[in-house]
């Protein structure tokens, strides 16, 4: 019961982001609990974590120069989570039974022993599938469902602007599980791996260039999707590679003063004068339980699969987010709590 617990719980915390997150990450048994950890709020479950899984967001939100600052000044950081139910106000969860899903910002606190889960955002672990499997599926799993799924139909063509990273290798074997054609870029390196989940079509963007190997190709999309967002290159020269009514979606951006300029430029100017010629925009994961439910189902099914670069224990989560901030991480990167 959760009355029974201490105070304090294990966890990866932080007291600074002065040099970047990865470098104040500390493993320490002496952290606090929750808020409402002994009491639970109506829709809440109080968590056991066994894994977590790495996001940039979590990092990325708390290096902000004024938010992090003042609002994340220190904290246990990460999102996505498997684990065991301690206890639960949802009817349908129970004391022992496994569980995956995701927090949100700005509780973060995966990479604690304890959490405090959402209704949306705690789902059964179906039998079959390992914890640190679904622990990969909190936001990169959803973001992917949630990128393909409202905007094709079987036979859709799609393409994903980096392929081999967490999001992407999941966005790859749902486009396909849906019934797509899919074209992905990822580095040379990473084909093979692209290709085992299901790709058609690969574009090296280190030896191609993408917007004239697109252009060459003659094909027509009826999504892009791009996890990069470097610049917006891809999309200004869509039109040659896109469907009138297809969407260009990402879930990325910077904050450089072009990306602004040219996102601003797509919303803000007339089609006429040069504004953008395809519909355009972001989407970021909103927790969905029954979303949630059918990615695990295909994972136990064995449809769908986790790709996991790499597994570090708690005291090592520094290095897992070091990692992480390269940007070529090869799928998942995860870390065992408990």
């Known amino acids: 019961m959760a009355s029974a617990l201490g105070d304090t719980m294990r966890a990866a915390a932080y007291e600074s982001t002065a040099g970047g997150l990865h470098k104040n990450l500390k493993a320490t048994s002496s952290w606090p609990l929750p808020k409402n950890a002994k009491n639970l709020s109506k829709d809440q479950t109080l968590v ?12 990325k939100v708390p290096e902000l120069p004024l938010l992090g600052r003042f609002v994340f000044s220190k904290g246990v950081p990460g999102l996505d989570f498997a684990g065991t139910v301690i206890e639960s106000t949802l009817p349908h969860l129970k004391p022992g039974e496994r569980v995956f899903g995701e927090t949100a910002p700005p509780s973060f606190g995966a990479l604690g022993e304890y959490l405090i889960a959402s209704k949306e955002a705690c789902v059964p672990i179906p039998d079959g599938v390992e914890p640190k499997h679904a622990a990969t599926l909190g936001v990169a799993g959803l973001t992917a469902y949630q990128t393909i799924a409202p905007f094709i139909k079987s036979g859709s063509k799609v393409l994903i602007n980096g392929g081999s990273g967490g999001v992407g290798t999941y966005q790859i074997q749902i486009a396909k599980i849906l019934g797509c054609y899919v074209t ?8 093979e791996l692209v290709k085992s989940l299901g790709a058609d079509e690969v574009i090296d963007y280190r030896s191609q260039d993408v917007v004239q190997t697109l252009t060459r190709s003659g094909n027509q999309y009826d999504l892009i999707i791009d996890n990069v967002f470097a610049d917006a290159d891809l999309y200004w020269a869509s039109p040659k590679y896109l469907k009138p009514e ?9 904050a450089k003063f072009s990306v602004i300029k040219n996102i ?7 089609k006429a004068l040069g504004g953008g010629q395809r519909k355009f925009q972001f989407v970021t994961c909103v927790a969905n339980a029954v979303q949630y439910a059918e990615l695990a189902k295909w994972m136990a099914e064995g449809k769908l699969k986790a790709i996991i670069e790499q597994e570090f224990s708690l005291d090592d989560a520094g290095k897992g987010y070091e990692r992480l901030k390269t940007g070529r991480t090869r799928g998942k990167l995860v870390v065992k709590v408990t």
């Open 246 to 254: 297809g969407s260009y979606v990402t879930i990325a951006g910077n």
């Open 48 to 59: 056991r974590v066994s894994y977590a899984s790495l996001n940039p967001v979590d990092y």
């Open 264 to 270: 601003l430029s797509i919303f803000l100017w007339p």
């Open 184 to 191: 992905t870029t990822c580095s040379g390196a990473n084909a």
